[in-house]
């Protein structure tokens, strides 16, 4: 696959209205892509960080078996009214990925709740609690990750879309790097591929990075 990839920053379906504050959705094109690449009919795809269920959609529509998780009620209902296998669509919270019914999967692709250095909410519980710091954070993602490893077939990857973050007072944090180096304590990193975004991005950039992983 090429490290550099340009797309277009738009989705091919609209959220209900009560989601479109939050929309921080990756694009179908994306998850199309990387599909595409590293899948193939039948295979199983997970995104432990399930959102309004962009990976979902576009797996089952290329006859990929898709599951995934969220933490957020609402967003979970939501899915569900949007796959073909709505019970694929997990109610739960990524932290705890070794005590649930999933499969082994070929393949996981997501993008994960951000947080910058100074921020005091919890991602992981979608922003509804305080954390415990920036450091506490890319622990959390090591720790899933470890377990997503135990589920991923000897010949799969694990891709994670993120971007480093610019911040108003003019100080930033390279949540991307950070993850990446998190992640290769549980994962072999393979490297990452840089895409440019044509309507921009945020956060800063007007690109993001797919770090891409193999089981350890």
């Excluded at 415990?132 to 879309?161: F, W």
């Amino acid at each position: 696959m090429k490290t550099y990839l340009s797309l277009k920053n738009e989705h091919q379906r609209a959220l209900p209205e009560e989601f479109q504050h939050d929309d921080v959705r990756y694009t179908e094109g994306l998850v199309e892509q990387f599909l595409g690449e590293f899948t193939r009919d039948g295979d199983v795809v997970f995104d432990p960080f399930m959102g309004y269920g962009t990976t979902l959609v576009v797996a089952e529509r290329l006859n990929r078996v898709a599951f995934g998780v969220e933490f957020e009620e609402r967003r979970w209902r939501y899915v569900q009214t949007i796959l073909q296998n709505p019970e694929r669509a997990l109610h739960g919270d990524s932290t705890k990925l070794a005590s649930m019914k999933l499969p082994d999967f070929d393949f996981s692709i997501t993008s994960p709740p951000y947080m910058g250095r100074h921020h005091k909410e919890n991602p992981f519980t979608a922003y509804s609690t305080v954390g415990e710091g920036y450091g506490k954070y890319l622990e959390t993602m090591r720790q899933i990750y470890h377990q997503l490893n135990a589920k991923l077939k000897p010949s799969g990857r694990a891709v994670i879309e993120v971007s480093n973050l610019k911040h108003e007072d003019g100080t930033l944090t390279t949540l991307a790097w950070d993850i990446a180096t998190e992640i290769s304590k549980v994962l072999r990193f393979q490297g990452e591929i840089v895409v440019t975004w044509d309507d921009g991005y945020g956060y800063g950039y007007d690109h993001s990075y797919c770090l891409v992983f193999a089981k350890m």
